[in-house]
């Protein structure tokens, strides 16, 4: 797939689901990816968190940062939408989602949404979120194509098991889990990636870098140990080096294992065809 305008919100109204860690992480660089490898604009609406400027080297995209309470966000929704080029709306929690979500709606906007995140981690409140911004969502435009981020996933071969509030009771115990899924329209049924929690993505941060810039770069680490002990370089330079080796080999692993997983997903998802 490859398209020159995907336009993409993320969105969950409960705080703390790692919002701007999905925009940033998988959302930007799969535009990115898909979009011609042109820079994302990525927007985050938030009076309150400026979450995405912890990201500040990365090149994948250019952040600003727009007030929920401006009296013009229907027009500068508008505004945003008839530029030129990839777009990701970050979206805050709380009031911040139903005002941008009426504002989406008001505006027309949320008809020229290619898809819509939603993050979403283990508890019950979250999936009960979930299947809320999920039904407004789909009663303002039937349409719209959902993606929902099952978030810190602590292993991916049993993610079933941690996120039962999101697949329903899958040890048959408790039947009175209500699962997202079970609220759901069959198409959608489907729609969803893991996201593994792993060290690389706060270190990542500490670098102002996305996962995906890091693996890009494909620096040999180990040449440049081996001169720096050649060189007799001080042990601070030789632990710096040793630990970039461990966030290059650790960022190529979460590419291979989870972010291109992720990005094959959406393209199957945005083309209506089967996961296979």
Do not use: W
């Not at 011609?36 to 938030?46: A, C, L, P, S, T």
């Not at 020229?112 to 789909?138: C, H, M, R």
């Not at 999101?166 to 729609?191: H, P, Q």
């Amino acid at each position: 797939m490859r398209e020159k305008n995907l336009k993409v919100a993320v969105i969950s109204s409960k705080g703390g689901v790692g919002k701007s860690t999905v925009s940033m992480q998988l959302v930007v660089p799969f535009l990115f990816e898909r979009c011609g490898k042109n820079i994302v604009r990525h927007y985050e609406f938030d009076d309150e968190n400026n979450d995405s400027s912890s990201f500040g080297a990365s090149v994948l995209s250019v952040r600003e940062q727009v007030s929920v309470s401006s009296p013009l966000l229907r027009e500068e929704l508008a505004e945003i939408f008839a530029k030129d080029g990839a777009l990701c709306l970050d979206i805050g929690a709380n009031k911040t989602t139903m005002t941008l979500i009426d504002a989406l709606s008001d505006s027309g906007m949320i008809n020229f949404l290619d898809f819509v995140v939603i993050p979403i981690l283990d508890g019950e409140q979250d999936a009960i979120n979930a299947s809320f911004i999920y039904s407004v969502l789909k009663g303002y435009n039937g349409n719209l194509k959902f993606i929902f981020v099952l978030n810190r996933v602590k292993n991916l071969e049993y993610a079933h098991y941690q996120f039962e509030n999101y697949f329903g009771d899958s040890r048959g115990i408790f039947k009175n889990i209500n699962a997202v899924v079970d609220n759901l329209f069959e198409e959608d049924k489907d729609n969803y990636l893991l996201m593994l929690d792993d060290e690389i993505i706060k270190y990542s941060r500490r670098f102002g870098l996305t996962i995906y810039e890091i693996e890009q770069q494909k620096k040999d680490f180990i040449k440049a140990l081996e001169s720096s002990f050649t060189n007799l370089s001080t042990k601070e330079e030789i632990k710096l080096l040793s630990f970039k080796n461990y966030i290059s080999k650790s960022a190529k692993i979460y590419m291979n294992d989870v972010l291109l997983v992720a990005f094959k997903k959406i393209d199957t998802i945005l083309e209506g065809k089967s996961y296979e």
